[in-house]
């Protein structure tokens, strides 16, 4: 069997591993941190993405490679791509890599996106705000994720406050859009061009981390073709194989393109125990060109999101179809070191499960907008 | 989190520790096999069962030993609970080994056995022929699993046969019991004590080995609270801490006990997908002082077992709600070397799935049995 080599050691390449091995497949991660997380499930190489000696070694022991983080440098995908196999092609990883990029392709394939403006000066910016009109966001082009690289700007004299902190990267201005809900759209496209998608995910975030997901997303239903034909142009065009997340504003009932990310993606951890194939074995399947799993729903899932530091397992370990994600990882603020994925047949039983866990762990406040839109959906 | 350490580096250890990863356990396997296949996924110490050196560094890294394999020597079992926690407990392990002890111990709990006769000589097997009657098998009374160490006798003729084959070993004749069903009941207790048990699974042998399984077990739920009440006093007679596999005979509707496996076993495999919680989570649970998990079985499930080889896999994972299973292991013939599980939430989408992968796989013999048996119950 395939031996699949993963650029970044993080909880995604560890998922994966986890879920490729009962496939017979083999991994080989390569990461800079010699206790990368992922190393405790598969050997590691500690390299630096620019250290091409070692990646040289790494690409002769595979037979093919992907991605456990995006902002993996394209110079290197591309790179290894003279060497072996690259799932995601380089080319789909430099374009979600850059908001403009992305953001254009988005609106080539024809989804919406919030109004935004390219600011690469400090008079960019001040043209921007007069174009894209406040509040808005200031996001870098590259290397932003989990709200990092984003300043709000509420005020016409927030305008070098915004431009100082990011440092005059290249950025883009985005409309604030006061939108209803989040939801992405996790799919996996095979090597054969087959593209098969998981149902809706509403998620919410707080501080611009994901916070919690639901899915099936209750009352979002009429919008799966939409937002299924736009995840299917996307991967068209980037002729894209592997696991990979659009992430929607729904607006007035109509969607908005957020971001693409160009791997597996924290709003599809609930398909590990909610689909018959999860997110996790169907990218090591798309990558390794076997045929997709079912990415159907068995019954409801909630997954809530641990940062920063764990809370006690416990309750979540006592609780019944509640399944526990520890990473691995040392606690730190601000950093994801794993997660819980409820599991219940009905939103009844959803809310019970969800009550007495956010209760037993003191999370009420993050249990309580999924709870909402549980009631909501019934009470619809 | 605690660090496991497992003495056998075979599948079961290899889905232990995929199992116990989520929950963020670490694992350290030990194995006289440089390519133990659990080895690809956790680190992997070689070393021999009587090499103490070896194992004394292996205890000192590790906060809990438990078995992949139950013929470890008792000794090695016992100087390593000297060391550090060994569950299940020596003694246990110890029982379990010798199948005079362990039928001894079924009779004293009252779990009627097939009729037996301890063999030591030459004589004795004379003797245990006309007590027990024929046919028979002889059996060595310790390390024989899979069908080895086993002879089978028809006629009075075949006493120097059956009594060369085992090489004069300690052994105990059999009487051949007529049965009409193989059972277990998968179950795991905590190191508080409480018990949880997995629905009856009905399991079908070729040539000694297991070649496919079926849970919850068709029209055997009248049976369970009997087999339940057998496996929990036998886990609180060994003070057994784990998960424990009692291998039942039914005749005429009651049920006779065949052999205890003191650790996860191949007929509980099924519920890595087919139960919230797996007997590999479960046992990690247990051995580690954790609440024990949800042991409800979700829908219908079938393991079909790869002997000798894997069959191409395609079939299995173009079908929607099976899983793949290869265990990293090199071909060679009465090797497990993986296994499919099937899931269905009825019979009749059961026997559509079973016939479609035994046909694609030219297996349709060892699913046969399996259909066979969910059509009487549809009829019953």
Partial sequence: MPTIGILGGGQLARMLALAGAPLGLRFLVVDSAADACAGQVAPLVQADWCDFDALAGFAQRIDVATFDFENVPADTARWLSERTRVFPNPRALATSQDRLAEKTLFQRIGLATPPFAVVDSRDDLQRAVA??????ILKTRRLGYDGKGQYRLRLPGDVDAA??????APAILEAFVPFERELSVVAVRGRDGELRAYPLTRNWHTDGILSASLAPAPGSQALLPVA???????AEELDYVGTFALELFVRDGQLLGNEMAPRVHNSGHWTIEGAAASQFENHVRA???LPL???AALGLSVMLNWIGELPPAQAVLAEPRAH???YGKS??????VGHATLRADSAPEMIERLTRVGRALGREAQVAPVIEALQADASA
Same sequence: chains 1, 2.
């Fill in 293 to 295: 799993g079912d990415t």
């Fill in 287 to 289: 990558v390794c060109g």
């Fill in 228 to 234: 299924l034909a736009h995840a299917r142009r996307l």
């Fill in 163 to 168: 431009w100082q902190a990011l440092g005059g």
């Fill in 324 to 326: 526990w994600h520890d």
């Fill in 331 to 336: 606690p730190r603020a601000g950093r994801k």
């Fill in 131 to 136: 174009q894209v009109g406040l509040p808005a």
